[in-house]
């Protein structure tokens, strides 16, 4: 039995090397100590049509270094920002009423204070307001999820912001970050 872990230790080595030599470079401004994690929940899972859906999104830093998100990204949009999924109980994608089609405007040069630091182990999060009937079309059993990008790339901040000191932003140039889901039940 020892022989044969001896035999695998350089296929291993071997692999671990080839590997390492095929991963891209890391841009200098990815922030890769930074992993951020997106949590949804809301203090009610029955509902009317009627009534008011209230949902908190919290960004939490589970990594090691700051990271910076602009403020603005924290709109719900359907392709940047905060955006959302809803589905019914068979796994079909909703066709809400309304489109949540926030548009926010470009930073602001020079003010330092529209990007949010999330210190390691810290988290930043907004409560948002839905009308039930502005998210479903009729009552029955539904999941939410979210998912959160920048609207900003990294090359915009490069060029419009470089004097800015914010060197960790989350741009859209990051993954997509996918939060989970909850459920929710909707009665007339």
């Keep these: ?46 509902l009317r049509m009627s009534d008011t859906l209230e949902m908190e999104t919290r960004l939490t830093n589970w990594g090691n270094k700051d990271s910076y998100i602009w403020e603005e990204d924290m709109c719900w949009n359907p392709a940047r920002g905060l955006s959302m999924r809803v589905m019914t ?5 909703v066709q809400s009423p309304i489109l949540l089609d926030c548009l926010p405007p470009p930073p602001r040069e020079g003010d330092a204070y529209q990007f949010v630091r999330v210190a390691p182990h810290a ?8 009308k039930v009937a502005e998210l479903v079309n009729k009552p029955g059993e ?3 999820n979210a998912t959160f990008n920048s609207f900003l790339s990294a090359k915009f901040i490069a060029e419009t912001l470089s004097h800015d000191p914010i060197s960790k932003l989350w741009t859209v140039d990051m993954p997509t970050i996918t939060s989970n889901r909850i459920e929710i039940s909707v009665r007339q």
């Design 123 to 130: 988290s930043y999060g907004q409560a948002h307001r839905f």
């Design 1 to 46: 039995m020892l022989n044969r872990r001896w035999l695998l230790l350089p296929f291993v080595a071997t692999l671990q090397l080839a590997l390492a030599q095929s991963s891209p470079p890391v841009p200098d401004n990815t922030p890769t100590d930074s992993k951020l994690q997106l949590t949804i929940k809301t203090e009610r899972n029955v």
């Design 142 to 144: 539904y999941t939410i």
């Design 89 to 93: 109980s068979a796994g079909k994608d």
